[in-house]
């Protein structure tokens, strides 16, 4: 069925064919789109766990002199307390958010659709593994869903023993499972991205004629490999404890509940930057493209992420300051402060490459702007909670939480949706809409920032996290967040409504609406089942702006270097 | 109370008029001897951000406008590295983390160490609450309403040092006073410390009252709260810490160290300061363990053994003094396993205080009405063994 001159959209001959060329399909692809949809409904339903915890803290639960109680938003009924709708939501907020969305958002979508491609390949090295890979994260996810609706589960994404072990509230049994079984969708993914990146570069590309995107996930892949099996082997643990009384955590049972946040943090930190490396690979591509300009210091951003991915696995005893001895403490706070560098270096070299740019506004850029801003943020509100002193202070308050937000949806979500519409135009052939992608991105980038900046003061102030109710000192802050929160939210549901008319009526785009020079921008817009209809030759480097003229652009549309309008 | 008294409430109250502290602290600093060091480093880290914040953000914004794409104009040509420049931008950041992470180590350090002539409590953290049982034994008896739910008032001397030596009775909880700028988690299986000098006085011992009550309308004193996920009633973990000056946290501890009540009084209290209410309304409304309201001599179906009825009071009493000592042997269907055990934490007039207290819930008239002749026979007994007896021994052994 090699068509070397079909879109991989096209529909076959008949419905059915055309069904069963997506559900059993090796193409990238296609697996791209399917993991998107997928990753988009796991990032609705997280959204609304967060609307609704959000709505749930507008003010305290308050029992009045006459017994009425006001202030609780989740009453579901069924005799829950608006503690326990509380507890579930933020749960199901973190774990659906992270195991479902974030983890496997940008690598699993988009890293998938371009990855061959940008190395001018036809596919990843294990295409049939990279679809069991998909059925596998929909299973997980099924068993996630079926924990959801089987009661739900309140022990917080992080499951920290002895309460996950011994509660007897809820379905952390399935849950547990479900984590377990999403971490090989994550580690088939890595596995086969490694070895595509190893093997399957087109003749003559070098490691440093790579575009950086594939650098980033390159290196989430090798944190993929290595961290997510120690998640798989903890949550077991969890999981025999439960079931069979394996005393591994519950000091009832001879086990130590330290020793789980040992585990636990040893993949969760290296997580993070499975979280975030993606991210940084989407701006460092849209950045130049956007400029038109090579990368400032190309090889400083390749290497600080493979920087990043080693000391990454040096710092988990961070979460653990309030928990562990002085000693510990002083070697995690040093090695964590050791990370922040190679992340600082990314932030300078992204900024540098605007100076002498010609930069485009448009929804792409105004998101590696707004990224640039949030992730800033994020980055700079990180050695408060590395130094010791002031982290006893902080530690699990909500200035951790507005800092991970900061850093996670100020950072890999906004470049992940700017990836999105960046992209867009080569996965669908569509283009959207320019006017309402950049209202979506300011209203986003307003709630954003209106909801979590909000949170550094909670912090500090001392609102500890993870509460159902509070003090009444704090009633103006929490409410000043959940208005930041809506106004997100309507943020995103104009995206969504921009790609969904795309997809309806949007108009056929170029092959190169950017002035691209990596190689899916010689694909067609959408590419053909094989990508290139033969193999891509490497002519220049992937950032090579400014020298040479993109391919598939008008003449004078994207000038080269000191070019002026001819008079 | 002397005037002297007043003085931190003005220090206070000048504090509070500074927006600056009160966005960053909700206006309180310099509470414990930590605050004032650790906020110091603090700020260091905040003015370097925000410098290197508006410094990146200011070029951003400068080159999106300056180089903004404009019709038939390429990009200028400029170097795509510079070594010099990378250099430098590598060595700042890591000489300034290196000065924040030994201020840090520094500043930490002494929060590890408590000086050896500290107040000692003892601190238990359960699901959900907390019990600090002093030097002498005492344990507050007072509460107000926090977060919807009585929450305990802790008392502790101003301007000396206090150590908490902790440990939990279920899962993991941490001990926080956010104005202290202190924190320590605390475990099943082991005890962890946390140690803090208070530096302002907050409330006064009311020898009327018999509480201790806030200085100023301004400041209610400064709030303990658990900050490691728990359970269902995390959010509600609060407890107030009352500051005073040393011979009003004496004359607390004394007060809080003697209960003079008869049995239902008692158990009322025991309700609360035990933790039962975390659980158990007296109320009849729903919670994580059934109510006490209407049920005394109720027939009971269990998930784990067999349903019973009760014949006689006795029978009733033995199975709710097995409930609270080995509470995982009957459970009442529809409810979780979820208590842990009283055994060893109650005196037998405890016990006994709990048990007639729960018989005045009962729905029966006929019960509340025995309930507190039992009651008052066993005051008037006590009273008559203390006249015979030299003073209040009898009832500080109780206590103790």
């Known amino acids: 069925m090699s068509h070397h001159d079909v879109s991989y959209l096209a529909p076959k001959e008949t419905g059915w064919k055309t069904i069963w060329s997506w559900i059993f399909t090796v193409d990238h692809k296609k697996i791209g789109v399917m993991y998107l949809a997928a990753v988009l409904l796991a990032f609705l339903l997280g959204g609304i766990f967060a609307i609704a915890l959000r709505l749930e803290l507008w003010e305290p639960v308050k029992t009045l002199a006459d017994g009425t109680v006001t202030g609780q938003v989740l009453d579901l009924g069924a005799g829950a307390t608006a503690n326990n709708w509380y507890n579930r939501a933020f749960t199901l907020h973190g774990t659906v958010m992270v195991f479902l969305f974030i983890i496997p958002s940008i690598p699993a979508s988009l890293g998938n659709i371009f990855l061959p491609i940008m190395l001018g390949a036809k596919d990843v090295a294990f295409p049939k593994l990279n679809l069991f890979s998909w059925y596998v994260y929909v299973f997980g996810g099924l068993f996630a869903l079926y924990a959801i609706l089987a009661g739900g589960v309140e022990t917080g994404w992080t499951f920290y023993t002895p309460y996950s072990s011994t509660t007897e509230w809820g379905s952390v049994t399935a849950m547990v499972l479900g984590a377990f079984i999403l971490g090989f969708s994550s580690i088939f993914t890595g596995m086969n991205f490694i070895a595509t990146v190893h093997k399957l570069r087109t003749p003559g590309m070098g490691w440093f004629d790579m575009p950086l995107f594939v650098w980033a996930l390159y290196a989430t892949s090798i944190i993929q490999v290595l961290a997510t099996p120690v998640l798989g082997i903890t949550l077991l643990f969890i999981v025999f404890e439960r079931m069979f009384q394996v005393g591994v955590f519950d000091p009832a049972l001879g086990g130590d509940p330290v020793l789980f946040q040992h585990f636990f943090w040893f993949y969760s930190h290296p997580a993070v930057y499975i979280m975030i490396l993606p991210g940084f690979g989407v701006i460092s591509e849209m950045i130049a493209v956007h400029c038109q300009k090579k990368l400032f210091g190309y090889k400083a951003i390749a290497f600080s992420s493979i920087a990043i991915a080693a000391i990454s696995f040096l710092v988990w005893g961070h979460h653990m300051f309030t928990s562990e001895t002085p000693a510990a403490n002083a070697i995690f706070s040093a090695l964590t402060f050791l990370v922040a560098i190679p992340t600082a270096i990314k932030v300078f070299n992204w900024i540098a490459t605007m100076y002498k740019a010609s930069i485009a506004i448009n929804t792409p850029m105004l998101y590696v702007m707004a990224f640039l801003f949030c992730f800033t943020i994020g980055g700079l509100t990180g050695p408060p909670l590395a130094t010791l002193a002031v982290d006893i202070h902080l530690h699990d308050t909500y200035f951790v939480v507005a800092h991970f937000h900061y850093v996670m949806m100020g950072g890999t979500v906004l470049a992940f949706i700017g990836a999105l519409h960046h992209w867009w135009p080569k996965i669908f052939g569509k283009m959207y809409n320019e006017f309402w992608g950049m209202m979506g991105c300011t209203l986003v980038f307003v709630g954003f920032n209106v909801t979590f900046f909000t949170q550094f003061f909670l912090g500090t102030q001392g609102m500890p996290r993870r509460y159902a109710t509070y003090i009444e000192e704090f009633t103006s802050l929490h409410q000043i967040s959940t208005i930041g929160s809506l106004i997100l939210a309507l943020g995103l549901f104009v995206h969504l409504g921009n790609f969904i008319l795309s997809l309806v009526s949007g108009p056929k785009a170029p092959r190169n609406p950017w002035g691209g020079l990596t190689f899916e921008w010689e694909a067609d817009a959408p590419p053909v089942e094989h990508n290139f209809p033969k193999e891509p030759v490497i002519v220049h480097g992937p950032y090579d702006y400014g020298t040479v003229t993109p391919p598939h652009t008008n003449p004078g549309e994207f000038p080269l270097n000191d070019e002026r309008p001819s008079a | ?400």
């Open chain 2, 1 to 400: 109370m002397t005037m002297d008294m007043f003085q931190p409430q003005q220090a206070s109250s000048m504090l509070v008029s500074n927006v600056w502290d009160d966005l960053w602290w909700r206006g309180t600093t310099g509470a414990s001897t930590f605050a004032d060091g650790i906020d110091t480093i603090f700020f260091f880290i905040f003015w370097v951000s925000l410098l290197f914040f508006i410094v990146l953000m200011g070029l951003m914004v400068l080159f999106a406008w300056a180089y903004r794409r404009r019709q038939g104009y390429g990009p200028e040509s400029s170097a795509s590295h510079n070594t010099t420049l990378e250099i430098t931008w590598t060595v700042i950041p890591s000489i300034l983390f290196l000065i924040m992470f030994l201020w840090g180590f520094k500043g930490y350090l002494p929060m590890q160490i408590a000086p050896s002539d500290s107040e000692v409590i003892n601190v238990s953290a359960y699901q959900w609450g907390w019990e600090w049982t002093y030097d002498t034994g005492a344990q507050t008896q007072q509460f107000e309403v926090m977060a919807d739910v009585p929450s305990p008032v802790f008392a502790v001397p101003v301007g000396r040092p206090v150590k908490l030596i902790m440990s939990s009775r279920d899962v993991i909880h941490s001990a926080y006073i956010s104005q202290f700028r202190v924190k320590r988690d605390i475990f099943p299986n082991k005890y962890t410390t946390l140690w803090f000098q208070a530096e302002q006085t907050t409330h006064y011992f009311d020898e009327e009252a018999g509480e201790a009550l806030p200085i100023s309308p301004d400041n209610k004193g400064f709030h303990l709260a658990c900050t490691e996920y728990c359970g269902d009633q995390h959010s509600q973990m609060w407890g107030r810490i009352a500051v005073m000056a040393e011979a009003d946290y004496q004359a607390w501890k004394a007060k809080m160290g003697t209960f003079e009540g008869p049995l239902h009084e008692l158990g009322k209290l025991l309700h609360t300061t035990k933790g039962c209410a975390a659980c158990h309304s007296v109320d009849g409304s729903q919670k994580t363990g059934p109510t006490w309201q209407g049920v005394w001599m109720e027939p009971r179906e269990f998930t784990n053994a067999p349903g019973e009825s009760y014949a006689d009071e006795t029978e009733y009493r033995n199975y709710m003094r097995e409930s609270i000592l080995e509470p995982h042997k009957k459970i009442l269907a529809g409810y979780p396993n979820q208590m842990q055990s009283y055994q060893g934490q109650l005196t037998d007039r405890e016990m006994l205080g709990l048990l007639v207290y729960m018989k005045t819930l009962s729905s029966n008239p006929d019960d509340v009405s025995a309930a507190m002749a039992e009651s008052a026979a066993e005051m008037e007994a006590r009273e008559a063994g203390e006249s015979e007896s030299e003073g209040g021994e009898a009832a500080a052994e109780e206590m103790s």
